[in-house]
């Protein structure tokens, strides 16, 4: 319908939300926050939080080519009227490693490719920047690494701060890790591996840096090497950065009920109580659990908005089929523990009592990733637990925050495989109305009371 913004499912690139005018939930106000921060950023969290399209934003926002569409992508944003010192300040590399595919002897070549693609964009931006012989130069090595010397040394000279932000920094590196083993995995990470060669050259090249992913496994095989991160992951002034709040959902609800896409006499406070006990109830700070605000999944609020709007009611399936795959990786993580009888026994435990008292690391190395006690957090990082109580000393409870949660744990992780009498697509779909212990563990209320 002309004139009503569209629902941005699975739409990750920020200028096409903005210049298609598609619903966008203002998240800039996190940008004068992460300015106060450390000025070597990594920020962690899982799959379908919407961290591609922040960074996306991020982009946009520094780059100094953007100044001039400043007004037309945040002029009615929080930051159009709160604009930071260090708005469009900088030349801007942004590189995305879950683009990076082949086969594990092309691996180094393609990664090669694509760095070297992006830096050749990067120059062709802010060629009028530099000696066009410089550029030439620059754009005739084959070599990325070569390329970063180059542009570190123009930069430098010219006088041209640099920006570097990474999305899926550990995209590719997982997959390696799982389907390859950790010999591979090793010789990409250490010593003088492509991977953490990379790193090596973005330490002390560049004025500032954002890097995100799921998981920290590759981030402590990395340190040794660029040892300059700050993982501001669960820091509670960042906890509502990415994902949607009760309020972000009652906002989008509402503009869509009086543009006319859900009916007329439609309930929102009744459509996020329904939702709640599925996708919501996120908390990545102790900090914040006295505040009670937590955190909706962005692209499940989004699933079941589409549904209504095309359907005029919630989706059959309360679960989003896409969101499948998203676990594929942490199942070949686990499985790289070949005698896993005591993460098996603390899984039992999780879908028993629905939650289980540990501590979370901020990293690991792939060394340490079968020991049973980072178990939880791995399952942390992937957002099938999350932060739920404090205890009295250093632990922390973490819980099941979501039937969607739950149904993923008991589908993935089930001793035995499928329960009885069911198939595996029985299992995996969380049809509505479901939710006994028979069909895959315990159901979960809006108020986050787990019934039997």
């Known amino acids: 319908m002309e004139g009503i913004r569209q629902i941005p499912y699975g739409v990750s690139d920020f200028l096409s939300v903005r210049k298609d005018d598609l619903y966008y939930v203002d998240k800039t106000m996190y940008l004068e926050e992460l300015e106060s921060q450390p000025r070597t950023l990594i920020f962690i969290r899982p799959r379908r939080f919407g961290k591609s399209l922040f960074i996306s934003m991020m982009q946009a926002y520094y780059d100094k ?20 010192p260090l708005r469009n300040k900088y030349q801007v590399l942004y590189l995305d490693f879950s683009r990076i595919q082949g086969d594990i002897d092309s691996l180094p070549e ?10 050749d964009d990067f120059i062709d ?26 542009l570190n040394n123009m930069a430098r000279k010219h006088g041209h701060p640099l920006y570097l932000i990474i999305d899926e920094y550990d995209n590719f590196t997982n997959v390696v890790l799982t389907e390859h083993g950790e010999d591979i995995y090793h010789k990409m990470t250490h010593a003088d591996g492509f991977y953490r060669g990379i790193f090596k050259k973005f330490k002390g090249m560049f004025e500032r840096i954002f890097l995100t992913g799921v998981s920290p496994v590759t981030l402590d095989d990395l340190t040794s090497g660029f040892n300059i991160g700050w993982n501001v992951s669960m820091a509670p002034e960042l906890d ?9 959902v009652r906002k989008m609800f509402t503009y869509y009920k009086e543009v006319g896409m859900l009916p007329a006499g439609g309930d929102i406070e009744a459509m996020i109580e329904e939702m709640k006990p599925w996708y919501d109830n996120y908390c990545f700070a102790k900090e914040c659990l006295k505040s009670d605000v937590h955190m909706f999944n962005c692209d499940m ?92 000393g250093s632990m922390i409870i973490l819980g099941i ?35 006994t212990a028979e069909d895959g563990g315990s159901v979960m209320t809006a108020g986050g009371t787990t019934l039997r």
């Open 240 to 248: 509502k950065m990415l994902g949607f709040s009760t309020e972000d």
């Open 125 to 150: 931006t802010y060629r009028d920047d530099y000696p066009e012989a410089k550029v030439r130069k620059l754009e005739e090595s084959n070599s990325a690494s070569q390329k970063l010397n180059l």
């Open 401 to 435: 925050p979501n039937n969607n949660a739950r149904k993923h744990i008991t589908n993935t992780f089930r001793s035995g495989g499928t329960a009885p009498g069911h198939t595996d697509a029985q299992d995996y779909y969380a049809v509505r109305g479901m939710g």
């Open 301 to 392: 609020v989004m699933y079941y908005l589409r549904n209504y709007v095309s359907y005029g009611q919630a989706p059959e399936i309360m679960l989003d089929p896409n969101t499948k795959t998203d676990y594929n990786k942490l199942r070949g993580l686990i499985k790289l523990d070949k005698s896993d009888g005591e993460r098996q026994d603390m899984m039992n435990e999780i879908i028993e009592k629905g939650e289980i008292t540990a501590t979370i690391e901020t990293s690991f190395s792939i060394m340490d990733i079968t020991k049973p006690e980072l178990f939880p957090s791995l399952l942390y990082y992937y957002g099938l637990l999350t932060i739920t109580k404090e205890t009295n």
């Open 65 to 84: 080519a953007m100044e001039g569409r400043f007004d037309e992508l945040f002029g009615n944003l929080w930051v159009g009227t709160h604009p930071t």
């Open 110 to 119: 393609e990664f090669n490719s694509y760095c070297s693609d992006q830096l």
